[in-house]
């Protein structure tokens, strides 16, 4: 195999660039590839350029990069393209969170029932919506048989959204399922001895199965509830797996939620920052509260002065702050080698639910579950045990619904789907109030398309 071309669109997310670039460089199947970052961001871009480039040198594989403003130009030729791009930044997911702020909505209108991650905005998230689907049909015209590995968020809403109006392999990434890793950890089990297995919508995932040298290891989680969780302490915001939180859901649903499902549960746990400190524990309340937020914007600057730092002083041994014998643990490269070169591998990822995967789950809505991947394409296992019907009831079909909701929105342009979206919100009041977060909200500068988008309907135009 000569390579592949990759193209990686919102390159300037520098650490997380640099963790493909090292698996890629780490991975001898894929060698004599090359890679396109793109970004609008000059600035970010030449740094991830420049320390890229370093990198390769360092390990010494013949790995090609290009760089380019251009999307178009990047995919050209691309047999995968990344897309981890957050358009406007988190500037603007903050500028519209204070939109909503102002009318009453306390971590804006995105923060909604099952969905309370907060750059996960499906509502105002006109722009990134958008970009998703101009990435998808540019890719139809230029690379049509490329695939698109989903990285940026909303990944639910956003490869439904391009597996329904494109006719795109989309496959979303993420890596919330890790948090079973924690789980076995917390219990003291050796992970290689635990047989899982995980199924839902991206960050709304249980496990559906627990095994722990073949017997069932829930038994085991109930006895780390009696005798250990009264002494849980979060070591960070978004350390919450084995969180009160996480522990009553699985009390109610008879499952455990992984990985960011446990932020996304009901109200009940984000009334308000005392609750989300009883349920997520102190001081931050979690990664969804002001205080746990603010830490994590705080992490990322940090991540972004620290590439521009790696960058400028080349004394930095980029060797030891990216270990060349350890993969980083994000999922794509070893995806596209396995698809490539029939290294046969288990991921979990958000697919089309084709089959169904998951019974009671429409096929054309994406679903996360294991699979194993090798160069027939992706495999996924049979779900086994179902999921039990409270969650499938009252959890992923209400979060199914929400989903659907914020898509007819957007493809509509029906800005009463808005309105009724939040007439359904416990913080409305009042019609006016919902009605008047909406107008704050389109009002904002950056927003002149989307308020085009609402304001011309009904109209004639063809859906995208
Ligand atoms: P960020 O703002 O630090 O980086 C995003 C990059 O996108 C920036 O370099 C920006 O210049 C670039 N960008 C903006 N508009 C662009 C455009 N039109 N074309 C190309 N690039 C453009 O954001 P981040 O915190 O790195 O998050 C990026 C996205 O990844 C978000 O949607 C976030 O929610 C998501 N995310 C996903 C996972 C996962 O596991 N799936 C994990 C973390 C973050």
Same mark, same amino acid.
């Given at each position: 195999?000569?390579?592949?071309?990759?193209?990686?669109?919102?390159?300037?997310?520098?650490?997380?660039?640099?963790?493909?670039?090292?698996?890629?460089?780490?991975?001898?199947?894929?060698?004599?590839?090359?890679?396109?970052?793109?970004?609008?961001?000059?600035?970010?871009?030449? +740094?991830?350029?420049?320390?890229?480039?370093?990198?390769?040198? #360092?390990?010494?594989? %013949?790995?090609? $990069? @290009?760089? !380019? =403003?251009?999307?178009?130009?990047?995919?050209?030729?691309?047999?995968?393209?990344?897309?981890?791009?957050?358009?406007?930044?988190?500037?603007?997911?903050?500028?519209?969170?204070?939109?909503?702020?102002?009318?009453?909505?306390?971590?804006?209108?995105?923060?909604?029932?099952?969905?309370?991650?907060?750059?996960?905005?499906?509502?105002?998230?006109?722009?990134?919506?958008?970009?998703?689907?101009?990435?998808?049909? +540019?890719?139809?015209?230029?690379?049509?048989?490329?695939?698109? #590995?989903?990285?940026? %968020?909303?990944? $639910? @809403?956003? !490869? =439904?959204?391009?597996?329904?109006?494109?006719?795109?392999?989309?496959?979303?990434?993420?890596?919330?399922?890790?948090?079973?890793?924690?789980?076995?950890?917390?219990?003291?089990?050796?992970?290689?001895?635990?047989?899982?297995?995980?199924?839902?919508?991206?960050?709304?995932?249980?496990?559906?199965?627990?095994?722990?040298?073949?017997?069932?290891?829930?038994?085991?989680?109930?006895?780390?509830?009696?005798?250990?969780?009264?002494?849980?302490?979060?070591?960070?915001?978004?350390?919450?797996?084995?969180?009160?939180?996480?522990?009553?859901?699985?009390?109610?649903?008879?499952?455990?939620?992984?990985?960011?499902?446990?932020?996304?549960?009901?109200?009940?746990?984000?009334?308000?920052?005392?609750?989300?400190?009883?349920?997520?524990?102190?001081?931050?309340?979690?990664?969804?509260?002001?205080?746990?937020?603010?830490?994590?914007?705080?992490?990322?600057?940090?991540?972004?002065?620290?590439?521009?730092?790696?960058?400028?002083?080349?004394?930095?041994?980029?060797?030891?702050?990216?270990?060349?014998?350890?993969?980083?643990?994000?999922?794509?490269?070893?995806?596209?080698?396995?698809?490539?070169?029939?290294?046969?591998?288990?991921?979990?990822?958000?697919?089309?639910?084709?089959?169904?995967?998951?019974?009671?789950?429409?096929?054309?809505?994406?679903?996360?579950?294991?699979?194993?991947?090798?160069?027939?394409?992706?495999?996924?296992?049979?779900?086994?045990?179902?999921?039990?019907?409270?969650?499938?009831?009252?959890?992923?079909?209400?979060?199914?619904?929400?989903?659907?909701?914020?898509?007819?929105?957007?493809?509509?342009?029906?800005?009463?789907?808005?309105?009724?979206?939040?007439?359904?919100?416990?913080?409305?009041?009042?019609?006016?109030?919902?009605?008047?977060?909406?107008?704050?909200?389109?009002?904002?500068?950056?927003?002149?398309?989307?308020?085009?988008?609402?304001?011309?309907?009904?109209?004639?135009?063809?859906?995208?």
């Amino acid at each position: 195999m000569s390579g592949i071309k990759l193209s990686i669109i919102g390159a300037g997310s520098a650490i997380f660039s640099l963790r493909l670039v090292g698996d890629l460089c780490k991975t001898k199947g894929l060698s004599g590839s090359s890679v396109s970052l793109m970004d609008v961001d000059e600035k970010r871009l030449n +740094s991830v350029h420049h320390l890229a480039k370093r990198y390769a040198d #360092l390990v010494g594989t %013949n790995l090609r $990069f @290009e760089k !380019t =403003t251009d999307m178009k130009r990047s995919i050209e030729d691309a047999d995968f393209v990344i897309n981890t791009a957050l358009i406007g930044g988190h500037g603007q997911l903050d500028a519209s969170r204070k939109a909503g702020e102002m009318h009453g909505y306390a971590r804006g209108i995105d923060s909604q029932e099952f969905n309370m991650v907060s750059d996960y905005y499906t509502l105002s998230n006109y722009n990134q919506l958008k970009h998703f689907l101009e990435i998808a049909h +540019s890719m139809e015209e230029i690379c049509p048989n490329a695939r698109l #590995l989903q990285a940026a %968020n909303p990944v $639910f @809403e956003g !490869t =439904t959204l391009i597996s329904r109006y494109s006719d795109l392999k989309v496959i979303g990434f993420c890596h919330g399922h890790y948090g079973v890793e924690t789980v076995a950890k917390s219990l003291g089990l050796d992970i290689k001895k635990v047989n899982w297995q995980v199924a839902g919508f991206n960050h709304n995932i249980w496990l559906t199965h627990f095994l722990y040298k073949d017997k069932d290891a829930y038994p085991l989680l109930d006895q780390w509830i009696e005798e250990e969780a009264r002494k849980w302490k979060p070591k960070d915001p978004f350390d919450d797996q084995m969180s009160p939180a996480a522990i009553d859901m699985y009390k109610f649903y008879g499952r455990m939620p992984i990985g960011d499902s446990v932020r996304n549960g009901s109200w009940k746990y984000h009334y308000h920052l005392e609750a989300k400190k009883k349920w997520y524990g102190e001081p931050w309340g979690g990664a969804d509260s002001d205080l746990g937020w603010a830490w994590y914007q705080n992490s990322l600057k940090a991540s972004t002065d620290k590439s521009f730092k790696l960058d400028a002083d080349k004394s930095i041994n980029l060797l030891q702050e990216f270990p060349p014998e350890v993969m980083s643990g994000e999922q794509h490269i070893q995806f596209i080698d396995a698809l490539i070169n029939g290294n046969q591998e288990r991921f979990v990822l958000n697919i089309p639910n084709k089959g169904p995967i998951i019974p009671g789950i429409p096929e054309d809505v994406v679903v996360e579950v294991p699979v194993i991947v090798d160069q027939k394409g992706i495999h996924p296992e049979e779900i086994n045990p179902p999921l039990p019907k409270r969650i499938m009831d009252m959890y992923l079909t209400p979060r199914r619904l929400r989903m659907e909701w914020a898509l007819e929105a957007f493809v509509s342009g029906d800005k009463r789907i808005l309105q009724e979206i939040l007439i359904r919100d416990p913080r409305t009041k009042s019609f006016e109030q919902a009605e008047a977060v909406i107008e704050e909200i389109l009002a904002l500068p950056f927003n002149k398309e989307m308020k085009k988008h609402y304001m011309s309907f009904p109209r004639k135009q063809k859906r995208p």
